[in-house]
């Protein structure tokens, strides 16, 4: 007891609780376990373990599952692991203008009223070309062509495989696909792996995720569809279900583009449809040569796809929204990255009313409003870059699309999706707190995804504990804090960072297993270097990665707010939706 004692004294703390809440009904539809007596959660024997998801963060957690002797079936729906780093030219299908309801913004699933059933559909069935047909089902990434990563590999890397020496720091997306591969590998878990067979189903789109009536499994109704060879285009698709003790949530938070409500732009939308349409959609520069564009949205995405459209355009715009507070280090390292021969413009507040002949004119004879009163035009093309929310489909049952925002209204449910901007009701391993048996990645994949799969690894084998349903409510601190905000680099992250490792090994010690480490001193001090030069002069300093054991604990809570408050207003917002670092 004394060397756990002192390992969670030196080796590694705890971040204060930040907010208190009371225990909430579960959700009303949903079986759920009865809760523990005593003053942890109890699970019933675990066996079987779903992973959603074949990106970095499900791949890891299907390999921390499968070392600890589970029964894993790993799931995605693309063709081969990646997620959303699996590029292909190929793109999704067009994002509606506005926004489908969030329940569906993905896609609709497909749930047959007999299953299992085989059908192979031919070229043009229900007026349906196959292949739209697959893309609708597997939703190509989001990557384009000449996109390159705004993190060092220093803190973009998979625990076990290694990028080449010389890489470069802006990684592009064809390094990183083959690091998160060479993982999958490595891990036996990549398409083309013969003991693979029975543990991955590619080309699978998990259609819902439902509670058996007696509360103790979950069943995923599934989908997977092939494209046959040497058959003229035609598709095997298969239903099916199967049953698990456990499910990982690991599916792309980028799988529903978002489309901001603005006055006339569905109609726009309509008439242009070539010509209007959402960053996911986007692949070449070499599209746009010798036009006039213009992109709405200020983050990632629009900043990073107006540098490489700059020198094939004749001319472009960003419009972005100027907030009253200071903007976060997201937003202004976005901004700061902008070319200098775009035009900023404020936000636009209306696109003019067409009449019959609009289509025929073409959208460079249209005109649109801004905010400040101005009406301008003259555009060939223009690029929603304004992010995207969570949909997930598969999880209707947990859905409640009636809370806007970070709002906690008194509801008699514990939502997991509500508006799409972010996750709740989750512990901070990821666990759902009403079921713990189901829970989702939701940490950064490449420092705190080692920890986390290890952690749903530990405590599914009865390797580590988690706190009992009524303790994990009293510490959750709300919707309006979320793990994902934490700025990385800061005080509250590097907090976070060791309550995982303090965690893991403290479980270790007791119950058995190996002790992890924290993030290694040389990669912290490589970070620091590079986000002062590429991102922001100032971002962040070595001190940050050592000042917490020198800060009291009364005031982790007030750093780790204003970090969250910074991190809301440029990351994620209801109404523009979510980015993230690449």
């Not at 998979?158 to 060479?182: C, F, G, M, N, T």
């Not at 049952?397 to 209204?409: L, V």
């Not at 270097?529 to 917490?548: L, Q, V």
Request: aromatic fraction near 12%; charged fraction near 20%; include cysteine.
């Amino acid at each position: 007891m004394r060397l756990q004692s002192l390992l969670t004294i030196f080796c590694l703390g705890v971040v204060e609780v930040i907010a208190s809440r009371q225990a909430q009904t579960p959700l009303a539809s949903v079986p759920q376990p009865p809760p523990s007596s005593g003053p942890y959660t109890e699970f019933l024997p675990i066996r079987r373990v779903a992973v959603i998801g074949a990106g970095p963060s499900g791949l890891q957690s299907a390999a921390a599952l499968l070392e600890h002797g589970f029964e894993v079936r790993l799931f995605d729906r693309r063709p081969k692991p990646g997620g959303n780093w699996f590029y292909t030219s190929v793109t999704p299908p067009p994002a509606a203008f506005p926004d489908r309801p969030i329940e569906f913004s993905a896609y609709t699933p497909d749930i047959p009223d007999v299953v299992p059933k085989i059908h192979i559909y031919e070229d043009g069935e229900d007026g349906i070309s196959n292949e739209w047909r697959l893309r609708e089902h597997w939703n190509p990434s989001p990557v384009w062509n000449d996109l390159h990563t705004n993190s060092a590999p220093v803190f973009t890397s998979l625990p076990d495989v290694k990028y080449p020496p010389d890489a470069e720091w802006a990684l592009s997306h064809q390094h990183i696909l083959r690091h998160v591969r060479q993982f999958a590998s490595y891990k036996g878990l990549n398409s083309n792996d013969e003991e693979s067979g029975n543990v991955t189903s590619y080309s699978t789109r998990v259609e819902r995720l439902r509670k058996s009536p007696d509360g103790k499994t979950w069943r995923l109704h599934l989908r997977k569809l092939e494209q046959l060879p040497y058959s003229s285009g035609r598709i095997r698709a298969e239903w099916w279900t199967e049953d698990f003790d456990a499910v990982v949530v690991s599916a792309a938070r980028f799988d529903a583009p978002h489309i901001p409500r603005i006055e006339g732009l569905a109609a726009w939308a309509r008439a242009f449809p070539r010509q209007i349409y959402h960053s996911f959609q986007y692949r070449e520069p070499e599209a746009l040569r010798g036009k006039n564009v213009l992109i709405v949205g200020g983050s990632i995405s629009a900043s990073e796809i107006a540098r490489a459209v700059a020198p094939y355009v004749k001319a472009f715009s960003i419009s972005l929204r100027y907030h009253e507070t200071y903007p976060s280090s997201f937003k202004r390292r976005s901004i700061n990255r902008l070319p200098a021969n775009i035009t900023k413009i404020p936000e636009v507040s209306a696109f003019s009313k067409l009449d019959a002949h609009s289509a025929d004119r073409g959208l460079s004879s249209a005109s649109l409003t801004l905010l400040n009163g101005s009406v301008i035009g003259g555009f060939d093309e223009i690029i929603f870059a304004t992010g995207y929310l969570r949909s997930h489909p598969f999880l209707v049952d947990f859905h409640n699309s009636s809370i806007i925002g970070r709002d906690e209204p008194e509801v008699k449910v514990a939502p997991i999706i509500t508006d799409g901007t972010h996750l709740r009701s989750l512990h901070w391993t990821g666990h759902y707190i009403n079921d713990p048996t189901l829970a989702f990645t939701n940490v950064r994949p490449w420092t705190l995804g080692r920890y986390q799969s290890l952690g749903f690894a530990k405590t599914w084998s009865g390797k580590a504990r988690l706190p009992s349903q009524e303790q994990m409510w009293a510490e959750y601190p709300g919707a309006k804090s979320s793990v994902t905000s934490h700025a990385f680099g800061s005080l509250a992250e590097e907090a976070q960072n060791r309550q995982w490792v303090a965690w893991l090994n403290n479980a270790s010690l007791e119950f058995g297993g190996r002790l992890v480490s924290p993030w290694p001193i040389e990669y912290r001090e490589a970070f620091v270097y590079y986000a002062n030069t590429a991102w922001e002069a100032g971002y962040t300093t070595s001190r940050n990665f050592t000042e917490y054991e020198n800060t009291p604990r009364d005031q982790w809570r007030a750093e780790t707010i204003a970090r969250i408050a910074l991190a809301d207003e440029g990351a994620c917002d209801w109404e523009w939706g979510c980015e993230e670092d690449w």
